[in-house]
């Protein structure tokens, strides 16, 4: 029987998984490089290969969200923000956008943010233990466009299936993309995962609280579409 608990499947990532992204050269602004010289010590979490104590990390006992790839880090300080009683633990590998969040929460003044600059699945797999995340946020991943390059496409079955572990029962997991394809294969993917179920009869309306990214106000300046899709793991 193929057990979605199951976490020899959930942990389950081909060795070596493709990356998902490229870490490119990108110019760091001084308000950035003094941001993690000066708040990084105090708001970014080292990579370790442990699980991490979620209620000792943030002070308190909270919802925990999670956020893959936030980019410039705007829209994840703008729900931080109107959600003070959730904490959000944000995973980005560019720099830039590492620094441009720190500089948000220090002008926010956000005490419920953290971030680990690291590869994605490598956080899942050895720093949230299973059932730990009241919800997660995959927004504007990046489409790969090209037909070679769909193979690094952030979600894909093996990926779905460990993010699905690591939600409790209850909890929901919101993609977000504006190239079209790509929300055919998130729907695709998300709906043939067994832990998981569409919250929609396809895709869904954007929730209120879901600010309007860069990525996506570029889209709809573009003529694109924008497509949402949250599906919940069973409480």
């Not at 943030?58 to 999670?66: D, M, N, S």
């Not at 233990?129 to 390059?149: E, I, M, Q, Y």
């Not at 695709?188 to 009869?201: D, G, K, R, T, Y």
Request: proline share 10%; aromatic share 8%; charged share 20%.
């Amino acid at each position: 029987m193929n057990d979605p608990n199951d976490p020899a499947r959930s942990d389950r990532i081909e060795r070596p998984h493709i990356r998902s992204y490229v870490v490119r050269p990108g110019r760091m602004g001084s308000g950035q490089v003094r941001a993690l010289a000066e708040l990084g010590p105090r708001y970014m979490l080292p990579f370790e290969a442990r699980p991490l104590n979620l209620d000792a990390t943030f002070g308190r006992h909270a919802p925990r969200v999670l956020e893959i790839g936030f980019g410039m880090g705007d829209a994840t300080a703008q729900v931080a923000a109107a959600q003070p009683g959730v904490d959000f633990i944000g995973v980005e590998v560019h720099p830039p956008g590492v620094g441009a969040l720190l500089q948000r929460i220090a002008e926010r003044g956000l005490t419920n943010v953290r971030i680990v600059q690291h590869d994605a699945v490598e956080v899942l797999q050895h720093m949230l233990a299973p059932g730990s995340l009241a919800g997660a946020h995959v927004w504007f991943p990046d489409p790969w466009h090209k037909k070679r390059h769909h193979k690094r496409r952030l979600i894909q079955p093996a990926f779905v299936a460990l993010l699905a572990s690591r939600l409790a029962p209850g909890a929901y997991l919101h993609c977000a993309t504006d190239w079209q394809p790509y929300a055919e294969q998130m729907l695709q993917v998300l709906a043939a995962e067994p832990a998981l179920i569409n919250s929609a009869a396809g895709y869904a309306p954007r929730p209120p609280w879901r600010p309007l990214t860069k990525f996506e106000q570029r889209g709809l300046r573009l003529g694109h579409g924008v497509w949402d899709l949250v599906f919940n793991r069973p409480s």
